[in-house]
């Protein structure tokens, strides 16, 4: 029996909940995975697991060994990791959690520019609008929007993503101009839930000033493109992230709104799981990204 192997299904088996979900993070059949665990229960004299139609969980002799073992293989995982760094390449898997919004725009550039100065890392970039169990789902690094919670994690704080009131120049026209806040009340909009709260109020700052304004978004997405091409259109304005449309206001194809007013931002955070030793690989991206976010226009230091 390869003992690393085994422990290495289990532990996936525990985190995952379930042996077809370790099969395929482990790149191996699930009878291979069945069979590391029965060689492992034999090995220890143990029933490590309870087994269901449903679920897959440790025994409490099974917790105690995942317990010990996890950080354990981390280390070790970490070492090998560091002896091939020395002996000159950064390399290994490398799994990446994000929001679509900036990592179609900015995060993907950043990743392929990392893999250029870094060609023996391969990279799993995951974009979408949902909140992740980074250690169940077997991600290293998870870019997120609000503060994470969890004493199993170790945050990064990046900034603030600023968002902003845009619309194009035939909007624009049609609706004359914008100059106080209380004119939104009559504008159609597009917006994101994060913009708009649940009471369809837009919550305007200017300085120490805030400013709510009831609105009713003709069109709500989640979708950083729809929302994007929705204002390009011409036949709404709306709140944005700075982030999405820098380049079409250096361009002209959208104008900011109420220039002096912001509206709700987001602070951005770069986490990564406590259980885990910080691999070669995963320190060098984060060297590598957390400036490189840092420096994206609507990234704010501090708001």
Known sequence: MDLALALRAFLRTVERSSLSAAARDLGVSQPAVSKHLRNLEAHIGARLLERSARLVRPTPQGQRLYEASQPALAAIDAALEDARTEAGSVEGRLRLHA????????????????????????????????????????????????????????????????????????????????????????????????????????????????????????????????????????RVMGPVQHLLVADHLAAGRLVRVLPDYEVRSTEAYLVYPSVRHMRPAVRAFTDFAVPRIRAVEGMHANV
Request: hydrophobic letters at 45%; charged letters at 20%.
């Open 99 to 234: 929001p679509s919004c900036i990592g179609v725009k900015h995060l993907h550039p950043i990743v392929t520019a990392f893999q250029a100065e870094h060609p023996r890392v391969t990279v799993d970039l995951v974009l979408e609008d949902r909140v992740i169990d980074l250690v169940h789902e077997d991600y290293d690094l998870a870019l997120r929007y609000g503060r994470p919670e969890g004493q199993d994690l170790v945050v990064r704080r990046l900034g603030w993503v600023q968002r902003i009131l845009v619309a194009a120049h035939a909007y624009l026209a049609q609706a004359g101009g914008i100059e106080t806040p209380e004119q939104l009340a009559a504008c159609a909009l597009v917006a994101t839930r994060a913009a708009v709260d649940a009471r369809s109020a837009l919550i305007l700052h200017r300085g120490r000033e805030t400013v709510t304004v009831p609105v009713q978004p003709v069109l709500r997405t989640n979708n950083a493109e729809v929302l994007v091409a929705t204002l390009l259109a011409g």
